[in-house]
């Protein structure tokens, strides 16, 4: 089965406010990564996180190993933030990233 | 800053064509990466190589190739193209375990 279940696979947000994306993974990771991709179809990466939380701007990140999962916040939510956001994660002693079926998130005015 | 660049942006080839798909990097990372992505499904690895002239297959490489040429540039060769195939296909780099991608090459075979 799929190593890596994003939800919710559609998110609709008004302007400013704020909701949570979330990866499980279905075994052990060492490392979640987060990306948006943009209107020109290119995957920005938001963040890397071996542990712990990060927070940039109006997103942050969580990343529990033991308990299996990620989340990305967003919180006042602007409409640049609309795009599709991917997790991925890799394994323990591996290098390729598995990859979630992303969040397609939309932001209105 | 540096920059990842996939050519040809947009490749439409013929069933049973051999189709090549370029890449390059010049923030002189080791490893490189080719991911395909299609509607609804999250990305999957094609191909990685850590270094130059190194070749790994991923989830996906029945039906690919791939060159490392040198350190900058990691090509990706579709044997032969499926009818109605259609997808999007993203080149990475990283040192460590971050990931950069290019913009993408988006393939559609008639």
């Known amino acids: 089965g799929d190593q890596v279940e994003q939800s919710p696979s559609a998110l609709s947000l008004h302007e400013g406010t704020g909701s949570a994306l979330r990866c499980n993974f279905t075994?052990?990771?060492?490392?979640v990564q987060w990306f948006r991709k943009n209107s020109r179809g290119s995957l920005i990466n938001l963040f890397y996180l071996a542990s712990g939380t990060k927070e940039n701007g109006r997103l942050k990140s969580a990343f529990d190993s033991k308990e299996r999962y990620s989340t990305l916040h967003i919180r006042d939510a602007q409409l640049e933030d609309s795009g599709t956001y991917f997790c991925a994660a890799s394994h323990q002693g591996g290098r390729a990233l598995i990859f979630g079926t992303g969040t397609t998130v939309s932001v209105s005015p | 800053g540096g920059i990842i660049t996939q050519t040809p942006k947009f490749l439409i080839g013929q069933e049973g064509q051999k189709l090549t798909l370029k890449c390059q990097q010049n923030?002189?990372?080791?490893?490189m990466y080719w991911y395909r992505q299609d509607s609804g499904k999250g990305l999957r690895l094609i191909y990685y190589?850590?270094?130059?002239?190194?070749?790994q297959k991923g989830d996906l490489s029945e039906g690919y190739d791939a060159s490392r040429e040198k350190k900058s540039s990691f090509s990706l060769t579709v044997t032969s193209a499926q009818k109605n195939e259609m997808a999007v296909f993203l080149c990475?780099?990283?040192?460590?375990?971050?990931?950069?991608f290019g913009h993408g090459t988006k393939l559609s075979v008639l």
């Open positions: 923030f002189n990372h080791d490893t």
């Open positions: 990475a780099s990283s040192m460590g375990e971050r990931l950069f």
């Open positions: 190589s850590i270094t130059e002239n190194d070749l």
């Open positions: 075994t052990t990771m060492r490392a």
